[in-house]
């Protein structure tokens, strides 16, 4: 069975997928006993939908291969610290474990800015684990580098 690094480097080809679209260099893959049943990147611009994050395109994947809502026995791998919207669909859906390899400083859900994830906040938590990995990030800060550069090269 592959390890957690691994399928962190298969949603981190979905991240990069996303960056070559101009996308938001986010990944995901979903994981059920050791098969990959959904995965999916940004595309909130490409569908000019705020709901287009990857975990939620992800989500929709899984839920349709599995025919049920509910994940419970299903692992999330992503790039990027989940949203506080991600978070909670991530909640809603039961997943049994949440693995992300970069913090969101701004929006993460699940730690980071703040915490959906707490013992008795809702009426379900699940495992979450960070394995930091330095290309998800790096990734990330090369994607909005560029984006700033050429919003101030513009006459």
Request: proline fraction near 3%.
């Amino acid at each position: 069975m592959p390890t957690d690094e691994q399928y962190l480097g298969l949603a981190l080809e979905e991240a990069e997928k996303a960056a070559r679209k101009g996308e938001v260099p986010v990944g995901v893959i979903i994981v059920l006993d050791g098969i990959v049943i959904a995965k999916a990147h940004n595309l909130k611009e490409t569908k000019k939908d705020c709901l287009a994050h990857a975990e939620m395109l992800a989500i929709a994947q899984a839920q349709k291969a599995m025919n049920a809502w509910r994940l419970s026995d299903c692992v999330m791998y992503s790039t990027l610290e989940p949203c506080v919207m991600c978070a909670g669909a991530i909640l809603h859906a039961r997943f049994k474990r949440l693995v992300f390899s970069a913090r969101d400083i701004k929006w993460g859900g699940m730690g980071t800015k703040v915490d959906l994830n707490k013992d008795n906040l809702f009426n379900h938590t699940l495992t979450v684990d960070y394995i930091e990995d330095s290309r998800s990030s790096k990734l990330l800060k090369e994607f909005f580098l560029a984006l700033r550069k050429k919003s101030t090269s513009k006459p």
